[in-house]
């Protein structure tokens, strides 16, 4: 398996392009099941995560292509309704078939896609709202079934403005007869970027980005050419590269809104963020101050870019409290980034961060995606080479980054484990 290596204490400099959004493009795929006709969708990034989807798509029926960054899908082959264990077992995002596939045929089997490193992550929320459609819903041999029988106008609460069980409900909705209406809807970019990309198809979908989201429901979806949003992740990623290598970094194809919890937060610990109509550029050269900082459901400061902002606190002198409040186990990088140096206690879900002016780079392991983001921005910070492993782990969501963060002068390299 292939490793990085970052040899840091280099003020990043230049300009860096932000590709689209991995948690916007996984759905939206998910919901080409939907159209009997062909989507195009554009700005699609290149990675592992969008290529298991794309597996799963095909798995069912449908026709995939792929060039450069444009993904075309035919859905008019659609004649499956069961994804098996080993493509749902690869991605947790692979249920969001389920709620198309619901709408599309009153049937659907989905091999449950189980915990994964970050916490249980359950399906309760997705699958009781399947339920409150009308859905009967089994749950056996491993498999999460559902069928459809008298379905019609419902109103439906989640518990938790779950991301995942948003989207699949709003695509279960979308061909069934009458009006559903979710309450404490989750009010991510990507819902909105979901439901701009359903109404394009002709569904009537609205309050996408508010708590509660009404879906009208439609005979069938048509064609459609759809453009998806920059990654939000990935851009505050590289905002935070900007700020702990104390660079100055121009970050392009970014959506100002939705990068405003992290922009926040880097101006309250010093940084100077400075926005534009074609990009926010970060200087990270000032004095840095430690900040107390809470993840949230969007509009809060997101669980995604937790294990980054701890890499930049760990490198500010003081004291900083992070506080997860979305996963209960997403503190797995602190054991690797002790490796580093870095001061951190952890109380269950609180991490109090003693920062220092120096880390040391360390042979680390990526234990999931973010985590090993955070890695790679610790890398820049310390002296000397850190190396990471399992990065696996960081190609299924950032977009040759290794590359991207070579051309504003950081010191990264790529190689193969032999
Ligand atoms: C999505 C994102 C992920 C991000 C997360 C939170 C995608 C592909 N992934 O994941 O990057 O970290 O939102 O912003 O978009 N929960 C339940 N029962 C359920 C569903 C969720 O208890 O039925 C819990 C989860 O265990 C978790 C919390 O709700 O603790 C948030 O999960 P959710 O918003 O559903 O995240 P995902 O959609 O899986």
């Given at each position: 398996m292939d490793y990085l290596v970052v040899r840091g204490s280099k003020p990043l400099k230049g300009q860096i392009s932000v590709s689209g959004s991995k948690n916007s493009t996984l759905p939206i795929m998910a919901a080409s099941?939907?159209?009997s006709g062909e989507v195009v969708l554009t700005g699609v990034p290149d990675l592992e995560d969008i290529k298991v989807m794309a597996q799963a798509l095909e798995i069912l029926g449908a026709k995939v292509k792929r060039e450069k960054d444009v993904l075309i899908i035919d859905g008019?082959?659609?004649?499956?309704?069961e994804l098996p264990e080993e493509i749902s077992r690869?991605?947790?995002?692979?249920?969001?078939?389920m709620g198309a596939l619901l709408s599309r045929f009153h049937h659907a089997r989905v091999a449950y896609p189980g915990g994964c490193a970050i916490g249980t992550r359950p399906m309760d929320l997705h699958l009781k709202g399947f339920q409150s459609m009308g859905f009967t819903i089994k749950e056996e041999f491993g498999f999460m079934e559902g069928l459809g029988s008298s379905l019609g106008s419902q109103e439906i609460l989640l518990d938790f403005p779950s991301v995942g069980a948003t989207e699949n409900l709003m695509m279960a909705a979308v061909l069934l007869p009458g009006t559903t209406i979710l309450r404490n809807a989750a009010r991510e970019p990507e819902i909105v970027d979901l439901q701009n990309f359903l109404n394009r198809m002709g569904a009537k979908i609205r309050?996408?980005?508010?708590?509660t989201i009404r879906i009208e429901g439609v005979s069938r979806l048509g064609s459609v050419e759809h453009a998806v949003i920059p990654d939000r992740i990935e851009a505050g990623t590289f905002m935070v590269a900007a700020a702990i290598s104390r660079g100055e970094v121009f970050i392009e194809n970014v959506v100002l809104e939705h990068v405003q919890p992290v922009v926040s937060k880097l101006r309250e610990i010093g940084a100077e963020v400075l926005t534009y109509n074609s990009g926010i550029k970060v200087v990270g050269g000032g004095r840095l101050r430690p900040a107390d900082i809470k993840t949230m459901p969007y509009?809060?400061?997101p669980t995604d870019m937790q294990p980054q902002i701890m890499a930049l606190l760990s490198s500010i002198v003081g004291t900083s409290v992070l506080v997860e409040?979305?996963?209960?186990?997403?503190?797995?990088?602190v054991q690797e980034l002790r490796r580093m140096g870095a001061d951190i206690k952890v109380e269950g879900r609180v991490a109090i961060i003693k920062g220092k002016n120096r880390l040391e780079g360390a042979s680390v392991e990526a234990t999931d995606l973010r985590a090993g983001a955070a890695l790679i921005l610790a890398g820049l910070f310390a002296d000397g080479e850190t190396h990471i492993n399992r990065i696996d782990h960081i190609d299924r969501g950032y977009d040759k980054i290794h590359v991207k963060l070579q051309s504003i002068g950081a010191d990264i390299t790529r190689g193969p484990r032999t």
């Open positions: 099941l939907l159209c008019s082959t659609v004649n499956k309704i690869k991605m947790r995002a692979s249920n969001l078939v309050g996408a980005g508010l708590d509009p809060g400061f409040t979305i996963f209960e186990n997403r503190f797995m990088h």
